[in-house]
């Protein structure tokens, strides 16, 4: 005979796969949808609107909070990215997260590490082509968090697009047993979309940054009533070059789902994307079309 779940209050803590599932099972028995948000901590309230989303079609919410060094280049902000369980838990609790998966990095990959994950063609422009290992850290580990969560529901944000559309192709793929639920950009007053990096951006640099949800309205309201893909890319791409603070990495308009680039405007498919520089931190965003 299955106990009747407990109920607690503020989020369980589990700080390893099997503690995780422990304390899964029960409800999962009960028949409860598990819903998993990963997050790298940092929490915001783009983190939130994932869990409140999750929470609208799932008894049991799991946030896993883990700063995923594979993800990151030897270059990049590993050391300083922005960690702090302490108020992330608190957070979590404030908005009805019942678990908390907070694994070590020992707990996440035993060395050795000889298995990993890496998804083709949708990782190789974009993201991928200036962060070349990036794509294969985020796969292995979000792999690893569906096998640990078991079959669920799980709430990624659309700001990160690429790793959206990777994540739902690896699903796909590997006929993983999880939902790959996306949800739209939360966005500060000025248009900003919210990221854990804008933390590090000066005062000017910040005054500069809703350049690209602008460029990005700009763009969108061209592709409406413009069939010239490279008018609507040069546009996105002028927009954002105007701004004095802004070094632009990438503008495109691509299909949604492969990220191929676009050959002619087909709206209801497409997604314009855009990637700058703003000192040494990186903004991305993206907008329907
Ligand atoms: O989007 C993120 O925060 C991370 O890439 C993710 C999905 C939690 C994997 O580490």
Redesign the pocket.
Known sequence: MSKTPIITKSPIIARSGPALRRTLDPFRRARQTIALV???GALHAGHLELVRQARRRARRVVV?I?V?PL?FAATEDLGTYPRDLDGDLALADGCGVAHVFAPTVAEMYPEPLLTTVSVADITARFEGASRPEHFAG?AT??AKLFAIAGPCRAY??EK?FQ?LAMVRRMVADLSMPVEVVGCPIVRDHDGLALSSRNVYLSEAQRAAAPVLHRSLLAAAELAAGEADVHVVRGALADGVAAEREAVLDYADLVDAATLQPATSVVPGTQRLLVAARFGTTRLLDNLAV
């Open positions: 990963p997050t790298m896993s883990f995923n993800q985020v580990v979000v990624f944000g990160d790793q």
